[in-house]
């Protein structure tokens, strides 16, 4: 699939990176039900948002979580698929899960969607982690030169 519009961010031309197409970028099919009940959650909101007897499958604090478009993101949970799309009625596709965990768009997820989603949930925001790995460096002086590195606390 190409792009159908060009990059609004700095962070959105970076992940494109020059990519003219979108990859792993498959919406997920779900039952009436579902988008029933997914349409209405509003922006931000969750399964406490909803009308009495409406998604009483799912009722645990982060049941039927829609994003939203202006906060920071949830914790990405593709396995349970109880976070959506702050606009449209379907879970985040796993190339809109692996930009918020700051994949650049040229990294492949291959596998079946449930292995490509595990490969988004299971890794660490990398912007957010090389940022914390870069703070928590310093550089000991040695009589060979400055080549000794320890990591100030441990981030995992």
């Known amino acids: 699939m190409e792009y159908d519009k060009t990059p609004f961010s700095k962070y959105q031309q970076k992940m494109r990176n020059g990519n003219k197409v979108i990859l792993n970028h498959e919406g997920t099919k779900h039952t009436e039900h579902v988008i029933n009940v997914i349409s209405q959650v509003p922006e931000g909101g969750n399964h406490k948002d909803l009308p009495v007897g409406v998604g009483d499958s799912r009722k645990f604090n982060e049941a039927w979580t829609r994003y939203h478009s202006e906060r ?25 899960n692996a ?32 940022r914390t790995f870069r703070s928590n460096l310093f550089v000991c002086s040695s009589p060979y030169g400055f080549s000794l590195i320890y990591l100030t606390q441990k981030i995992f």
């Open 99 to 130: 930009r918020l965990q700051s994949f650049p768009d040229d990294f492949v997820f291959l596998g079946n969607k449930t292995e490509q989603n595990r490969q988004v949930d299971r890794n660490l925001d990398i912007t957010l982690s090389v």
């Open 72 to 96: 920071p993101s949830k914790t990405i949970d593709t396995g349970h698929r109880n976070h959506f799309h702050y606009q449209w009625n379907r879970v985040p596709t796993v190339r809109e």
